[in-house]
């Protein structure tokens, strides 16, 4: 089946959007296509339980071959297609990115990318730190702006057990000092919570970000999310925001903070004495569905308009060159992106018992 025409489970039709009046491509609810998020491979060298469950990603596990990937061409062309449609943030993700062979050659091509009004794309990338050590100032120097790294613990035991193949929290940590001395500015630190795992690490996490760095890194609470289907997600060790938010701020007060701009996905807040800021991702308990600006593009050219959609839309056919160039290419992600629609978490309750097979957390990038 043509996964454009393909009926998606849940889908409410909605009219279709207005023409864009601010550069952008808008999709049936309005929400302007901003952001692309790249997977470039779908290995991992760690096992984290809410996203690789060992049990399912063992030895036996195959991951996509070498040659369906698509190549750093490739992934150029859907991203200079996509900042001509109104897209300013490239998000590089995985997988683990950083096991990409060449990557820095990859981030030199998308820099080098420029918006239709000439400015270089806001280029980030999502790691889990355990290479970042030796790789920072390289990829710093090849033009990357923005780095966000995953860590779930301070304490080194329960670190190895998040990530399962007991990589030591010391190696993360010098990977993020690294990055600073590199020259990244505002590192994000993102913590995936799951009540009675690792909530008990939060607090030693906020400690740790406000004494050390100066405030430079911004700690980021995720909530638990039921992406894929493999993950034993349980609404019980889903730690919502708004309890987590209120124990930190039992131990040092915090003040909200404005949204730096749309589509953001975390709220901010401020330590009340200076010691910096940190966010709450809450896509459980506040689901942020019309503000979602973001597509995600897989290693083996998938586009998926949403986390939990259940299925993407091919473009290798069109980027090998099969059906045709550029302009096709450019027209295609318009027709996906104006035909939008996806809003799960605003819709989790009622489509949840649908449990429609839906593609893994390390294959969408998150
Ligand atoms: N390997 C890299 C990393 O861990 O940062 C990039 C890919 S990972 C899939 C991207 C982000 O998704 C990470 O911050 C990770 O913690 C988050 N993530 C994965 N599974 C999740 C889940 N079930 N709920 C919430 N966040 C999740
Ligand atoms: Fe790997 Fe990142 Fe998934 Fe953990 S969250 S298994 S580090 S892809
Ligand atoms: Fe975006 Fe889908 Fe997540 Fe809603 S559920 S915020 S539409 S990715």
């Known amino acids: 089946m043509d996964a454009r025409t393909a009926p998606l489970l849940w889908m409410p039709r909605v009219p279709a959007a207005p023409a864009p009046t601010d550069g952008a491509l808008h999709d049936r609810r309005q929400r302007p296509?901003?952001?692309l998020r790249i997977s470039l491979t779908d290995r991992c060298n760690f096992r984290c339980g809410y996203c690789m469950p060992r049990s399912r990603f063992g030895p036996g596990h195959r991951f996509l071959p070498?040659?369906?990937?698509?190549?750093?061409?490739?992934?150029?062309?859907?991203?200079?297609?996509?900042l001509a449609l109104g897209v300013r943030t490239l998000r590089l993700t995985g997988g683990e990115p950083l096991l990409r062979r060449d990557l820095t050659r990859l981030i030199r091509q998308l820099a080098a990318l420029r918006t239709p009004d000439g400015r270089p794309p806001d280029l980030a990338l999502t790691s889990?730190?355990?290479l970042l050590a030796g790789q920072?100032?390289?990829?710093?120097?090849?033009?990357?702006?923005r780095l966000t790294v995953s860590l779930d613990a301070l304490d080194d035991a329960v670190f190895r057990r998040m990530n399962d193949v007991g990589f030591p929290v010391a190696e993360v940590l010098r990977g993020l000092d690294a990055a600073q001395?590199?020259?990244?500015?505002r590192i994000k630190v993102n913590m995936v919570v799951r009540r009675g795992v690792n909530d008990g690490e939060a607090l030693a996490l906020a400690g740790h970000f406000r004494a050390n760095y100066g405030g430079a890194m911004v700690l980021r609470f995720?909530?638990?999310?039921?992406?894929?289907?493999?993950?034993g997600w349980k609404m019980d060790e889903v730690l919502p925001s708004d309890e987590l938010r209120a124990r930190i701020a039992?131990?040092?007060?915090?003040?909200?903070?404005?949204?730096?701009?749309?589509g953001e996905t975390a709220q901010r807040w401020r330590y009340a004495d200076g010691a910096g800021e940190i966010g709450f991702i809450s896509s459980v308990?506040?689901?942020?569905?019309?503000?979602?600006?973001?597509?995600?593009?897989?290693?083996?050219?998938?586009?998926y308009t949403c986390l939990f959609a259940t299925q993407g839309h091919d473009l290798r056919p069109l980027l090998r060159g099969a059906q045709g160039g550029e302009a096709e290419l450019r027209a295609r992600l318009a027709a996906i992106w104006a035909d939008r629609a996806d809003a799960y978490s605003e819709q989790r309750e009622a489509l949840r018992p649908l449990r429609p097979e839906r593609a893994d957390m390390h294959v969408l990038g998150g």
């Open 33 to 35: 296509w901003r952001d």
């Open 66 to 82: 070498q040659a369906q990937l698509l190549s750093f061409e490739e992934i150029t062309q859907v991203a200079r297609q996509a």
């Open 128 to 130: 889990n730190g355990s």
């Open 136 to 145: 920072a100032e390289a990829l710093r120097e090849a033009g990357l702006a």
């Open 181 to 185: 001395r590199a020259g990244f500015e």
């Open 222 to 231: 995720i909530e638990f999310m039921d992406a894929g289907c493999h993950n």
């Open 250 to 262: 039992a131990r040092w007060p915090l003040q909200p903070l404005p949204a730096t701009r749309g």
């Open 285 to 303: 308990s506040h689901a942020f569905c019309g503000d979602c600006t973001r597509a995600r593009l897989t290693a083996d050219g998938r586009l």
